[in-house]
């Protein structure tokens, strides 16, 4: 079971730091993605992680502005978001991929999903 947590209201130019925390399962052993999807678009990765976190990618739209971290210890996942544009509004999603080895991009290699939290970027 997956649980995430920080949305909200910011301003262009704000902060916000997303919090996914798992339950349930083997977390160390999966790889971490963060989706989100914004009203009438596609559902997309902004960021993926392996399992011991020591290796992230990013979505060109966000590169250089988001961080994705982990702690194993304690079963979570974090997104730290700055430099918010309006264009970053939507509804985030963690996702956990328990068969792969490698981060990915592509939403059906997630087994396990979050309910999603609303991050809403006013400009």
């Known amino acids: 079971q997956l649980q995430a947590s920080g949305g909200g209201l910011v301003q262009a130019g704000g902060s916000l730091r997303l919090s996914c925390a798992t339950s349930?399962?083997?977390?160390?052993?999966?790889?971490m993605g963060w989706f989100r999807q914004a009203p009438g678009k596609e559902r997309e990765c902004v960021a993926a992680m392996i399992r011991d976190g020591s290796i992230a990618v990013y979505a060109d739209a966000v590169k250089g502005r988001f961080t994705m971290t982990r702690d194993n210890a304690n079963n979570t996942v974090y997104l730290q978001m700055d430099s918010l544009k309006p264009e970053d509004t939507a509804v985030y999603y963690c996702?956990?991929?328990?068969?792969?080895?490698?981060?990915?991009?592509?939403?059906?290699?997630?087994?396990?999903w979050g309910q999603g939290t609303l991050v809403t970027v006013s400009s």
């Open positions: 996702a956990a991929d328990r068969d792969g080895t490698l981060p990915g991009f592509i939403p059906d290699r997630y087994e396990y």
């Open positions: 349930g399962g083997t977390f160390g052993t999966y790889v």
